[in-house]
């Protein structure tokens, strides 16, 4: 997930918080942070996404990387936030067979995976919305 140390500290906000940016100009809201927004607009604010939305898409992965081997299968679906901005994200705590596209989620933070070494790294998964 992350190359070296110095990267992940850089990357903890986005990671961990949503945290994009928005442009002062027109308003739209970017996840992953932008230099310049498509308005052509350089003024932009960091700002936390809030982290609910709308799921617009999904698959099941039966194959899965290594890091994520102990947890496959598993499902990963676009969620549309409330917001505007789009993330492909891991989905927890429902089965493929549960999905429907239109339905709520919102973001939780949960175990990603565990390096050989015992580092356990988390990140942010959507589950359904109650």
């Known amino acids: 997930m992350f190359t070296s140390p110095i990267a992940a500290w850089r990357q903890l906000n986005s990671h961990y918080r949503l945290e994009g940016n928005q442009c ?5 809201m970017h996840f992953p942070a932008v230099n310049y927004c498509s308005c052509g607009a350089k003024n932009l604010e960091p700002y936390c996404m809030i982290p609910k939305g709308i799921l617009q898409s999904f698959t099941q992965v039966t194959t899965p990387p290594a890091d994520f081997k102990a947890m496959g299968p598993y499902c990963i679906g676009l969620v549309e936030l ?5 993330l492909v994200v891991q989905l927890a ?5 549960e999905l429907q596209i ?5 973001g939780v933070l949960r175990k990603m995976f565990a390096r050989d070494t015992g580092i356990i ?3 942010i998964k959507f589950i359904p919305a109650e």
Not at 24 to 28: D, Q
Not at 82 to 86: A, F, K
Not at 93 to 97: A, E, I, N, S, W
């Open 24 to 28: 002062t100009t027109c308003k739209r």
């Open 82 to 86: 409330d917001e505007g901005p789009r």
């Open 93 to 97: 705590d429902v089965k493929l067979d």
């Open 102 to 106: 239109g339905m709520r989620m919102c």
């Open 121 to 123: 790294h988390y990140g």
